[in-house]
């Protein structure tokens, strides 16, 4: 066990230290501290760091949220995610590093768990990841990316993760390979969920108890912003049909299958049912629009997405429809692509209303270069007429919100094999507060 000492200052240069404390770093869980500060002022910027021995960490910065009965003026923030470290460089996050951030919500595929293969940008370490050395090992590789330290150390990160923290296509406590063991699975996912918990920024709430790890949470920006940070991977049921692109039929339509389970979709309607904020946030992993994949051949959805698990989803958006949730917005990660979307009950109904505004988010470098692909665009619209932009860069979405107006900003680079790709502001949108539809900006 080592010692860790921790400052928190009103000023980068530690002129003022508000506070500072000691925190044991213990070998059970890879030697991270999780330090919980009490008595700081809403609101506020601070800045931190830390002390072992001889050694000081790097400066960061980070912001307590506004009281819950304030209405802020605006809030900044991105979100991002799937960050293949082998498959490109992280220029997405030196251009947002640029921009005037109150936070970043990271949407899952933080690591990815696959063997290192040569001849890419760059190349993981070791095997594919099973133990828990191996889980630590490869968060700490992705985190000798300067780029991501950068942005971890200008603003809060509000963390969930998809299924590659763990096993591709992971659902609930069953593997996509038929020679896994139940008993073999979850104490990967035991030890996947464990270096998770070491190397993010999690409250002690959070830590696991074996293979099992509470990620869903609230984040409360005063009145303006609730968001709800869901974790669409640990509770649902297997992917019907045998997952891939498939019609709409067998298990699609099981009332039964679930993608949040049912203790998480109550805590979640409880949660709406009970917010003041003007605008609330859905933060999760898997397009919700129920998107046809191949629109030049029979109609096929994935079945890894909220379209494989049909009564959930038309469960949840009634509910948003019925019980009047002021301005739902769905954040997605997950598919290293860009979207816009309009939600809806019955996508097979033009009269059915719009419920919810769905951004959904490329990635940060999954894929490798990305492109545009102007005629896919044009048939994938067409045959989805509420899809109303999809674009297949690497990138973020960077977003603002006011009272009145929720905007949407697809930041994209056209490569990622090579550092320097300039950032283009490739389409905006723009909600506005009592509207349902996604309009252009």
């Not at 045998?242 to 049912?262: M, R, S, W, Y």
Request: charged share 25%.
């Amino acid at each position: 066990a080592v010692e860790v000492q921790w400052e928190i200052a009103a000023d980068e240069g530690f002129r003022t230290i508000l506070q500072s404390g000691k925190a044991l770093a213990t070998p059970q869980l890879g030697h991270s501290v999780h330090v919980e500060v009490n008595g700081l002022n809403p609101e506020t910027w601070y800045w931190y760091r830390f002390h072992c021995g001889d050694a000081t960490s790097r400066t960061g910065r980070t912001r307590t949220m506004p009281i819950s009965t304030a209405l802020p003026s605006q809030l900044r923030f991105a979100f991002a995610s799937c960050q293949h470290y082998e498959t490109g460089l992280y220029t997405a996050y030196e251009h947002m590093a640029k921009e005037p951030l109150d936070l970043v919500l990271h949407l899952g595929d933080y690591i990815y768990e696959y063997a290192g293969i040569d001849e890419r940008v760059r190349k993981h370490a070791g095997k594919e990841i099973v133990s828990l050395e191996d889980y630590r090992t490869r968060y700490a590789q992705y985190r000798l990316d300067t780029h991501l330290q950068t942005m971890h150390s200008l603003c809060p990160w509000a963390v969930v993760w998809d299924d590659h923290e763990f096993d591709n296509n992971c659902a609930g406590d069953v593997s996509e390979e038929a020679n896994v063991s139940r008993d073999d699975y979850l104490l990967r996912r035991a030890n996947a969920y464990q270096a998770y918990y070491e190397s993010m920024p999690l409250r002690r709430s959070a830590l696991p108890t074996g293979p099992d790890m509470i990620l869903y949470r609230t984040i409360d920006f005063g009145r303006l912003a609730r968001f709800e940070m869901l974790d669409t991977r640990q509770y649902r049921t297997d992917q019907p049909n045998g997952d891939g692109l498939k019609p709409l039929e067998g298990d699609v339509l099981n009332p039964n299958a679930t993608l949040l389970g049912q203790q998480q979709e109550r805590w979640l309607m409880a949660e709406l049912l009970r917010s003041r904020a003007s605008w609330n946030v859905l933060a999760q992993q898997i397009m919700m629009a129920r998107v046809d994949r191949d629109p030049a051949q029979e109609a096929r959805f994935s079945m890894d997405q909220w379209a494989g698990y049909d009564v959930a989803r038309k469960r949840l958006l009634s509910f948003l429809e019925t019980r009047r949730v002021p301005n739902p917005v769905v954040l997605t990660g997950d598919i290293h692509s860009n979207w816009a979307n309009d939600l809806k009950v019955d996508f097979d109904s033009e009269q059915s209303p719009v419920v919810a505004a769905e951004f959904v988010g490329t990635s940060i470098s999954s894929g490798g270069n990305g492109t545009q692909s102007p005629k896919g665009q044009a048939e994938m619209l067409a045959q989805n007429p509420f899809v109303k932009f999809q674009n297949a860069e690497r990138g973020y979405v960077s977003c603002t919100v006011t009272p009145k107006e929720w905007k949407s900003d697809y930041q994209v680079v056209e490569y990622v094999d090579k550092p320097g790709a300039p950032l283009i502001n490739r389409a905006s949108f723009v909600v506005e507060a009592g509207q349902r539809g996604l309009q252009k900006a």
